[in-house]
Structures are given as C-alpha cells and as structure tokens.
C-alpha cells in the first residue's frame, strides 16, 4: 500500500524559503514513477507545481520555474520541493502526487490518474 505523507509546510514571508517533503512508503523512486507537487488554494483548482520523474527528469510549472527545485533522496524514499523568493500567490494546500509511470510533459500537471496523494501540507506566505 502506497502511502504518501507531507511536511513541512508552514508561513513565511514573501521572498524567503520553506522545504517540503514527501515520505513515501512502499515506493521504489528508482523505478517508473513519477513524483509530483500539486497546490490548490482556496476558490482554485488544482494546479501541477513540480514533478520529478525517476530521479532525473524535472517539470515545473511556468510560475515557479527557477524558484522551486524537486528533487528525491533515494535512501530515504523522500520527494522534496525547495520553495525559494517566495511570493503571496504561492499560498495554498500543497499535496505530494505519484503516478506509477514515468511523467508524460504536458499532462502530469493536471493530476488526472495519479492513485496516490497525501493529506497535504499548508503553505502560506504573507506580504
């Protein structure tokens, strides 16, 4: 049973950092998989933040392309997402996604077929 659990989470002012994790049981990150971080906020829809897919190849949404960096410690099954020069408009519930299948460009970010996601971690950045 897969099971994905975040943190992390936490307020932080415009332009600082916060680190989010993903520990993820049962999961082989070395296999075709592809990881992912999804945000929604309040009165939004879902919205693909970052994927990682086998350890190697990354996808970021264009809003917080060169802000944030995906990456997995393999050792501890954990999925990462630093969260620099954050702004308000990051604020929202982030979740940790996994797909058993290597991440397809253009689609990943929609969600839709992903089994498994966390509970979610709150993120909220003040001006």
């Known amino acids: 049973q897969v099971q994905l659990m975040e943190s992390g989470g936490g307020s932080a002012q415009a332009g600082g950092s916060l680190r989010l994790s993903c520990a993820a049981s049962?999961?082989?990150?070395?296999?075709?998989?592809?990881m992912s971080w999804f945000r929604q906020a309040p009165g939004k829809g879902r919205e693909g933040v970052a994927a990682i897919s086998r350890g190697i190849t990354t996808y970021y949404h264009s809003s917080v392309k060169g802000r944030f960096t995906v990456s997995q410690d393999n050792a501890r099954s954990t999925v990462y997402l630093e969260m620099n020069s954050l702004k308000p408009e990051d604020t929202a519930m982030y979740y940790c996604?996994?797909?058993?299948?290597?991440?397809?460009?253009?689609?990943?970010?929609?969600?839709?077929?992903?089994?498994?996601w966390g509970q979610g971690t709150q993120v909220t950045v003040s001006s």
């Open positions: 996604a996994a797909d058993p299948a290597d991440c397809l460009p253009g689609s990943w970010s929609s969600g839709v077929g992903f089994p498994y």
């Open positions: 049962s999961v082989d990150l070395n296999s075709r998989r592809c």
